[in-house]
């Protein structure tokens, strides 16, 4: 006759074997709560008392390190997996996928389905049976689950009431179609790297109702994006004017506008610009659509970001992916430096066609299908943009005290824009809040 103690070891083999099985979904596995789980597993199997509390206690650690129950974990895994089914789900019907890719996929669904099955309240039973402890171990458990993304919710309440996750998965599919796999159905923003994209945790929480001024470049930009969302063909645009006019915070309130539309926002330095057709590459075929930001752009003489980015404006024998714009920011408005000693003078004997060498950087910018132009802010403009920021931020100082020393901050510091506004309101509201304590 088996004791408790053989049939929890013979359920815990078990569940080993069956997370060991997965074909599609390993990558459950390889993230720090799914190697945590199998290395508790293995140590159970084991007999080892100390190591197996080890081996719970920090399993028990990475859970409440990521505000995540073995359970929740596993769902959010199969929301935004990035394996060959998902990636191709996403891209066609599931009746055009290969029948082995559907037979894998229900295979590992069951499988993490059963895993799921495995409460932490069962798995702290058979801890406190193997390293004979009087107490039964602290359960991490979510009282209520923070979901991230509103747009998981539906398929999240499927998995969790369904008594068979293989049945799921057209559902399944249908999600990866609608919102993307992997890093683009976890990120918002991103930033390429050494030739990776990485996401950006934090993303400038700019948001569009804290901009004030330029409203007919806004307007413009808004449509283009819109553009772009709705699957038309939409613009490469080149913001240009003076600095601290808003561009760059213009760009990035779009992600926080239609992020849940899917809009990605990826910044790309011009030292990388070099990689843009690899980036580009990268996105084709992916059902979010992505804003490349290029912020500052200028170049110099025989750059060779100047060259690749020309490639990605005008493309080449590869088509554009009607996913994808480039957002390009500067305060120069032909963006590649010009010299007076470039320019042809009758005696020149250097290069023949040399006017033909100045028209091609002088009008590199005419390659942007718009250029938004951001003319310096006068002075009502600016007082326009001090007031809807200190309405904002709950200043309310006489009006005119707050125009004079909004004039007299811009006159010490910056000069006149909404960078210098913003910098004003931003010292106002901490000089009155320490004034208040």
């Given at each position: 006759?088996?004791?408790?103690?053989?049939?929890?070891?013979?359920?815990i083999?078990?569940?080993?074997?069956?997370?060991?099985s997965?074909?599609?979904?390993?990558?459950?596995?390889?993230?720090p709560?799914?190697q945590?789980?199998?290395s508790?597993?293995?140590?159970?199997?084991q007999?080892?008392?100390?190591?197996?509390?080890?081996a719970?206690?920090?399993?028990f650690?990475?859970?409440?390190?990521?505000?995540q129950?073995?359970q929740n974990?596993?769902?959010t895994?199969?929301?935004r997996?990035?394996?060959?089914?998902?990636r191709q789900?996403?891209?066609?019907?599931?009746?055009?996928?290969n029948?082995?890719?559907?037979?894998a996929?229900r295979?590992d669904?069951?499988i993490?389905?059963?895993?799921?099955?495995?409460?932490?309240t069962?798995?702290?039973q058979w801890?406190q049976?193997?390293?004979?402890?009087?107490q039964?171990p602290?359960?991490?458990e979510?009282?209520?689950?923070?979901?991230?993304?509103?747009?998981?919710l539906?398929?999240?309440?499927?998995?969790?009431?369904s008594?068979?996750?293989?049945d799921?998965?057209e559902a399944i599919?249908?999600?990866?179609?609608?919102y993307g796999t992997?890093?683009?159905?976890?990120?918002?923003?991103?930033?390429w790297r050494?030739?990776?994209?990485?996401?950006?945790a934090n993303?400038?929480?700019i948001?569009l109702?804290?901009?004030?001024g330029?409203?007919?470049?806004?307007?413009?930009?808004?449509?283009?994006?819109?553009?772009?969302?709705?699957?038309?063909?939409?613009?490469?645009?080149?913001?240009?004017?003076?600095?601290?006019s808003?561009?760059s915070?213009?760009v990035?309130a779009l992600?926080?506008q239609y992020?849940?539309?899917?809009?990605?926002?990826?910044?790309?330095?011009?030292?990388?610009l070099r990689?843009?057709p690899?980036?580009i590459?990268?996105?084709?075929?992916?059902?979010?659509?992505f804003?490349?930001f290029?912020?500052?752009?200028?170049?110099?003489?025989?750059d060779d970001?100047?060259?690749?980015?020309?490639v990605?404006?005008?493309?080449?024998?590869?088509?554009r992916p009607?996913?994808v714009v480039v957002y390009?920011t500067?305060n120069?408005?032909h963006?590649?430096?010009e010299f007076?000693d470039?320019?042809?003078?009758?005696?020149?004997?250097n290069?023949?066609?040399?006017?033909?060498?100045v028209q091609?950087?002088?009008?590199?910018?005419?390659?942007?299908?718009?250029t938004?132009?951001?003319?310096?802010?006068?002075?009502?403009?600016?007082?326009?943009?001090?007031?809807?920021?200190?309405?904002?931020?709950?200043?309310?100082?006489?009006?005119e005290?707050l125009?004079?020393?909004?004039?007299?901050w811009?006159?010490r510091?910056?000069g006149?824009?909404?960078?210098?506004?913003?910098?004003?309101?931003?010292f106002?509201?901490?000089?009155?809040?320490l004034?208040?304590?």
């Amino acid at each position: 006759m088996s004791s408790p103690l053989s049939e929890a070891i013979a359920k815990i083999r078990f569940r080993q074997h069956q997370a060991l099985s997965l074909l599609l979904y390993q990558e459950v596995m390889a993230e720090p709560i799914g190697q945590a789980f199998l290395s508790l597993l293995d140590y159970m199997l084991q007999g080892e008392s100390h190591q197996t509390l080890q081996a719970y206690s920090y399993w028990f650690r990475v859970q409440a390190e990521q505000s995540q129950s073995w359970q929740n974990y596993l769902i959010t895994q199969i929301l935004r997996a990035d394996n060959p089914f998902s990636r191709q789900a996403q891209q066609c019907d599931l009746t055009a996928l290969n029948p082995s890719l559907i037979a894998a996929t229900r295979h590992d669904l069951e499988i993490l389905q059963t895993l799921y099955k495995c409460q932490g309240t069962k798995i702290a039973q058979w801890v406190q049976a193997i390293a004979q402890i009087p107490q039964l171990p602290i359960v991490w458990e979510d009282e209520t689950i923070v979901v991230e993304k509103i747009e998981e919710l539906p398929l999240r309440n499927q998995l969790s009431q369904s008594e068979n996750w293989g049945d799921a998965i057209e559902a399944i599919a249908a999600h990866y179609r609608k919102y993307g796999t992997g890093k683009f159905a976890q990120s918002q923003a991103f930033r390429w790297r050494s030739g990776q994209l990485m996401a950006i945790a934090n993303p400038d929480p700019i948001h569009l109702n804290q901009l004030v001024g330029y409203e007919p470049q806004r307007e413009t930009l808004l449509k283009n994006t819109e553009f772009l969302l709705a699957g038309y063909s939409a613009l490469n645009v080149l913001l240009y004017g003076s600095r601290g006019s808003g561009k760059s915070s213009l760009v990035k309130a779009l992600l926080h506008q239609y992020s849940d539309r899917g809009l990605r926002l990826i910044e790309v330095t011009k030292s990388e610009l070099r990689d843009l057709p690899q980036v580009i590459e990268q996105l084709r075929g992916v059902p979010q659509k992505f804003i490349i930001f290029v912020d500052d752009l200028s170049f110099e003489e025989d750059d060779d970001a100047f060259k690749a980015l020309k490639v990605v404006l005008e493309g080449n024998i590869t088509a554009r992916p009607e996913n994808v714009v480039v957002y390009a920011t500067s305060n120069r408005r032909h963006l590649v430096r010009e010299f007076f000693d470039e320019r042809p003078r009758p005696q020149d004997h250097n290069e023949i066609q040399a006017w033909d060498t100045v028209q091609e950087k002088l009008s590199f910018a005419d390659r942007f299908g718009l250029t938004l132009t951001f003319e310096p802010a006068d002075q009502e403009t600016y007082l326009t943009i001090v007031r809807h920021l200190a309405s904002q931020a709950g200043i309310t100082i006489d009006p005119e005290d707050l125009d004079y020393r909004a004039r007299q901050w811009a006159t010490r510091h910056n000069g006149r824009s909404g960078r210098t506004a913003r910098q004003f309101i931003d010292f106002l509201a901490a000089e009155i809040a320490l004034a208040d304590q």
